[in-house]
Every structure is written in C-alpha cells, then in structure tokens.
C-alpha cells in the first residue's frame, strides 16, 4: 500500500494556483509617491475630499514607523509593489457574461458563480484593484439592501453615508499599513441593511490577486441598521509568486441597535503573501458582532480584528482557525473593547502549526470603567503537528472595573497518538488518521460556517496535511 | 476442522521492557467463536493489544498470521483492511469528527470506493437501532461524551457496519449494567449470524457469553494459555474462579 508523501516543498494548490498573464491590464509604478496616488484618484474619479484623504494618508504613511513587535516584514519592500492594477475590463458587471473570459474563468474554477446560484443572496468579485461583477437578488435589493462597490457608493445616494463613515473606525494614522490603505485603496464592498431587514441568506464578496508583486487595498464598509441581520462573506486567494505580494485590505462594520452581523472569512492567500489586514467592527446597545474566521494561506499575517462594544449589552464572539505550514509566520487573533455595560464576549480560536511553521494567538480584552457588569471569556488552543513547528499564546486583559467576569483558558497539545491509533484500527490510514484529527480540531470554526465553506476549510486542512505533490 | 483464519505461534509481547506474553499459541477458524478468559493481568488485553498493532507493544518472538499473511509486518490500518477489528476496552474520544462521518471514511479506505452519503444514512440509523442508540448519535462526535455503555455499543455499531472477517473484543462486557449487557449480545450475535464471522472474545465474565455460540474457550494465565476446552470451561471458571487452572500446563 503506498502512503501519500507527507513532506514536500509545498502542496499541490492546482485549486488557487492558475493564473493569467495580465498584459492588457492598466497598472501604476512600483512603489508610492504623490503621482501615484493622484493618478489612483484619478483613475477612480474620486469627489475630492476622497483625494485630499488620500493624499493626507499618504503624508501619514511616511511618517509612521514600521510594525517592529511581529514577525518580520522585511521581504516586504514597498518601492517594488504595485499598488494599482486594473483588470482589463471597462466596468464593474452585473452579468457574469460581460465579465472578461480569463476573468470569469478564474472565479468559475473558484466556484463563486455556482455558489451565488445556490446559497448567496448577492456576490461581489474583485480581480486585482477593481470589483469585476457585483449583483444582489432582486428580492434583497428590494427591502432595501444596498450591496455594490464602493466607488459606485461614493457617487450615488450613500455618498454622505460613506463619507461620515469611511476610515472613521480605522483611520489613517492607526498604523502604517492604514495610512497606506488610506492613500492607495481601490475596490472593495459596501453593504447597507436598513432597520429591521433580515437578510436570511449570506452576501459574499471574493477577492482575488492576480498579479505578480501588486497590492490589494480593498475597502469593506458595512452598516447593518437597527434589528437588522446580515451574514457576509468574504473569501480571497491568490497564485503563488516568487516575488511579494501584500495585502492591505480594511474592513469596517457599524452594527446598529439590536442589529446582528455575522461575518466570515476564508483567507487562503498564497504563501508569498503578506496580509496586513485590519478589521474593526463598533457595536451599539443590544447589538452583536460574529466573526468566523479562518486563516491559512500568507506568508506573514497580522490580524486581529477588533470589536468595540459600544452600547449597553452589546456582544461580540470572535472564532477562529489559523493554519500555519512550511514558512509560514501567523500572528492573528482579536481585540475587544468594552467600553459599556452589561457587554459580553466570547473568544475561541484554534492554532494549528506544521513543517515549522508559526502560529502565534494575540488577543486583548479592554474593560474600560464604565463598562460594568460585562463578561469576557477567552479560550485558545493550539496544536503542534510536529516537533519543528511553534505555536504561542499571547493574550493581554486588561480590567478597569471590579465589577467585571473574565476567564481566560489556553491549552497547547499535540496529535494525540491514541486517537490515531484508533482510527487506524478501523482501517484508516496514518495520514488520513492525523488529517481528521486536525480537521476535527479546527471543528469551531467548520461548524458555524455554512456547509459548502465548511467543506472547503476542510479540504483546505487536508491539502496541508497531506501535502500532496502536485 | 475449518480453514485456519488466525494463528498465533509462540508469541512473546513485551510491554516497556516487561514480559507480558511468554510464548502464547493460538489457532483460530473461520466461523469460530473463541473466548479467552483468565485473571487480571495475564495478558489478555496484552494479546489483543499486539495483534492489532497497538503502539508500545513489542513482539519479541513468534508469529501471528491472518489468513496466511503476516500481521506483524502490517501497520495497524493494514491489518484492519486485512480483516482484523478490535473492540477496544476503552474507546478513545475524537472531537470534531461525527460517528458517522468516522465510519464513512472507514469503509471508504477500505474499500477505496466512494460510500454514499444517504445509503450508508440508512444502514447507520438502522444499526443505531440494533444496539440501542438514539438516531441522533450518529451526528455527535466519536464517543465524546458518550457514557462507558454507550461507547461499548458503539464498538459494537462499528463492528456491525465494517463487517471484518475476525473481530476481537477485549472486555466489551466490562462496567455495563445487565440491560446494556443484553443489548450488547444481541449485537453480537448478529454479527455471528453473518457467514463465516470469527470471533475471539475477552472476557471474565460469563454473562455476555449466554446467548452465543462458543466454540472454544482458552485459559490465560501470566501470558500462556494454559487450558483450551470447549464452552464447559466457562461454568468451570464461574463455578471455581482461576485457581485450579494456575500451575497447569
């Protein structure tokens, strides 16, 4: 009986590996200057407070030191990324037959056309800079529901709304690769649900980098007004490259009064990647936040998003995976702020690290003063395939108020060698055994995703397990 | 006599460092019922543990073969794909993986074919059934939080749904109340209903055996067997306990 080779250079990912030569594409120069990023606000016939910000961000940029307290980001030189890349194609789309052939293929094989048909409610598709297609069903658009692009929003009715909005929960001086996303961001979605609109079935935006050596600067801005309910979906991928690419995407999300948004993720960037992404959601009274995460491709990843409970009872939970393999470096986790009272939250996240790869949870739990009677609890786990691999725990608490219920739990384990023996008794094999294990490790986060994403990150997980050659 | 389906020669299995088994010979048929029986710590689970593969267990000597091929040369998948099965004593909890997608995965590596998902639904349910437990275990995860009845039917579920040619039960009686014993028997007993299912049973207990079909009963004391018989050894050993047996052979 042959057993499938565990220990390769790197696994076969023929599924998010095909790419297209760009050639027809429009792009900017390597590297950020003035000029680059008038000719951006150019391109995107920004109003032109959108330029004056743009620009303000870019002064921010240069100011603000580089992250020193993660894993390295030195492989990351700006002068070389692109930070603008538009797809050959004149517009966004509605039908995904307008939408270029290479471009449509791409998110064919990614199975985004067939998952709208089925289980989405609208669909967004970014190739490199600019939303390609964007749709939602006529019956959401209907209750009122505005899902579109953002530059789209930026001309139309929302316009006030997204300039009382935009980088307001991140702005640009927050850290670098704000400021940067602040001078250089292009696509991305904006969804609004008005009061008291549920929308039953997830809206879902993909993200793809096609390009070799760009930037992805998507911004996401979410409102979900008062007792409404959103579930979003935001999926990304790219080829692998020999040369960096980087991901600064932002993500802002206003959750109204008794409003509940869901929002998952499966991050499956490819291993030159480095994701420096920010993600922060505010929360007004009764409201709740859900993140479901799921963190397996980059080379280096920082990502915490934060959630800020602003209103009397307000909620957050935040799960997550990260799977961190060869060459990997992870450092993910989240960030709550209770700033009200009687506000609750829940953490728990799984770790898995590999063939040497790190994965390192950080969270911080603030309970500001006015913040009584609020309940946090963390729990995270980690598990080390192996005796090369490294995973690490650092979370902060931080407790302003006595009248405060915090716990916290952290336990780091291996595979257990029982477990496997079992399953193998049964006729499974070794890899198979330990591909389960880890799978069912991961099972907080495959159980709140809807099915078709569950046996993705499933599949996913198997792929670095086994690490098939290709 | 039937075709030889397992035997086991002179085995000698070490447990880190120590002698458990000392040279311990057993044949077994196809179609046959066997019970081993004998007191805590002579190496009954020792020798299920061993010829499944488990990990820790050293055979220093002797042979075990099923159907004429070597299980001491297979890892414990392989054995299992060879026919063996193992009721275990102690079945291990997995998180994260539902009883059911277990045991479809299972047949699915052993026979390489894809199990479908609605068939092998209808054939679990009813097998839930059998032995006892509610339709809704098959969703839950393997044997986490299961009780040690509920566990023990479990075995007996999976024993039931991969239908191996010899399949070893090491104190699969042990700790159940009298109800789960029936219920557990009952399972059994089906699986000797099919043609040609061996058994080799470990016990100490003669309750679960009532209702079955035995056609030998071996007596293992400190790592040998030191008496084989037929199924009147069992109401000797109940009647008189181990005593008269130790010092034989």
């Known amino acids: ?470 | 006599m039937p075709e030889i389906l397992l035997n086991a020669s002179n085995l000698k299995v070490s447990v880190e460092d120590k002698s458990i088994l000392k040279g311990l010979d057993i044949t077994i048929g196809r179609g046959e019922t066997h019970v081993i029986m004998g007191p805590n710590g002579a190496g009954k689970s020792t020798l299920a543990a061993a010829l499944m593969g488990a990990p820790g267990y050293e055979v220093t000597e002797g042979s075990a073969t099923l159907e004429s091929k070597d299980l001491l040369e297979m890892n414990v998948s392989e054995r299992a794909r060879a026919g063996l099965f193992l009721s275990f004593q102690n079945p291990v909890e997995v998180p994260g993986i539902s009883l059911e997608s277990f045991l479809r995965t299972s047949l699915e590596q052993r026979t390489g074919e894809k199990v479908k998902l609605w068939d092998f639904r209808k054939k679990i349910r009813a097998v839930l059934e059998t032995v006892g437990l509610d339709a809704s275990y098959a969703e839950r995860d393997l044997n986490v939080g299961f009780s040690g009845g509920e566990k023990k039917k479990a075995e007996i579920l999976q024993l039931l749904l991969l239908k191996p040619k010899l399949a070893i039960l090491d104190e699969t009686d042990s700790g159940l109340d009298v109800d789960a014993v029936r219920t557990v028997s009952k399972g059994i007993e089906e699986f000797q209903n099919n043609e040609d299912a061996s058994l080799l049973i470990i016990t100490h207990n003669a309750a679960i055996l009532d209702s079955l079909k035995v056609d030998k009963v071996h007596i293992l004391i400190d790592g040998r067997i030191v008496k084989t018989g037929g199924p009147e050894l069992i109401s000797e050993v109940s009647e008189q306990g181990f005593v008269k047996f130790e010092g034989e052979e």
């Not at chain 1, 027809?24 to 680059?36: M, P, Q, Y």
């Not at chain 1, 089925?118 to 209907?142: I, M, P, T």
């Not at chain 1, 023996?421 to 099972?443: H, Q």
């Open chain 1, 1 to 470: 009986m042959s057993e499938e080779k565990t220990h390769v250079e790197d696994i076969d990912r023929a599924l998010y590996d095909f790419r297209y030569e760009d050639k027809d594409a429009f792009k900017v120069e390597g590297g950020l200057s003035e000029e680059i990023v008038e000719q951006i606000s150019r391109e995107k016939n920004d109003p032109s407070w959108m330029r004056d910000f743009r620009l303000r961000s870019l002064e921010i940029y240069r100011r603000t030191p580089m992250p020193d307290w993660g894993p390295s980001i030195e492989g990351l030189n700006m002068d070389n990324i692109v930070t603008y890349v538009r797809p050959n194609t004149e517009r966004m789309n509605t039908k995904w037959e307008d939408v270029p052939e290479n471009i449509k293929n791409t998110f064919e094989k990614l199975g985004i056309p067939e998952a709208e048909r089925k289980s989405l409610a609208g669909v967004g598709a970014q190739y490199d800079s600019e939303l390609v297609y964007h749709n939602v069903r006529e019956e959401v658009a209907r209750r009122g529901v505005i899902y579109t692009d953002i530059e789209s929003a930026l001309h139309g009715e929302y316009a006030d709304m997204i300039k009382e909005k935009f980088m307001k929960l991140v702005p640009p001086e927050d850290h670098k690769f704000a400021a940067l996303h602040g001078a250089v961001w292009s696509g991305g979605s904006f969804v609004y649900v008005p009061s008291g609109v549920s929308v039953e079935i997830p809206l879902q935006s993909y993200f793809r980098l096609n390009a070799p050596g760009a930037g992805q600067f998507e911004h996401t801005l979410i409102i979900v007004d008062e007792g409404a309910y959103l579930h979003f979906i935001e999926g990304c991928s790219a080829p692998k490259y020999n040369v960096a690419n980087l991901h600064a995407g932002c993500v802002e999300l206003y959750v109204g009064k008794n409003a509940t948004l869901r929002y998952s993720t499966i991050e499956n960037w490819s291993k030159n990647m480095y994701n420096l992404n920010t993600k922060r959601a505010t929360v007004a009274e009764g409201g709740k936040v859900e993140w479901v995460s799921g963190s397996f491709g980059s080379h280096v990843s920082y990502l915490y998003p934060m959630s800020i409970l602003a209103g009397r009872k307000a909620r957050a939970e935040f799960t997550g995976v990260t799977f961190a393999g060869a060459g990997q470096n992870l450092d993910t986790g989240c960030k709550i702020f209770h700033i009200a009272p009687e506000t609750t939250s829940y953490v728990n996240t799984r770790s898995i690290s590999k063939d040497g790869g790190i994965s390192t949870f950080r969270s911080g739990v603030m309970i500001g003063h006015k913040a009584e009677d609020s309940k946090a609890a963390v729990s995270c786990q980690s598990l080390m395939v192996d005796d090369v691999s490294r995973s690490d725990t650092i979370p902060a608490m931080e407790v302003n108020t006595d009248k405060a219920d915090i716990g916290h739990e952290a336990k780091i384990g291996r595979i257990p060698s029982d477990a496997v023996y079992y399953l193998m008794s049964r006729g499974i094999s070794e890899d198979e055994a330990r591909a389960l294990i880890v799978s069912g490790f991961a099972d907080n986060v495959s159980k709140e995703l809807p099915l078709e994403y569950a046996v993705e990150m499933n599949n996913l997980i198997r792929l670095e397990m086994k690490g098939a050659i290709g």
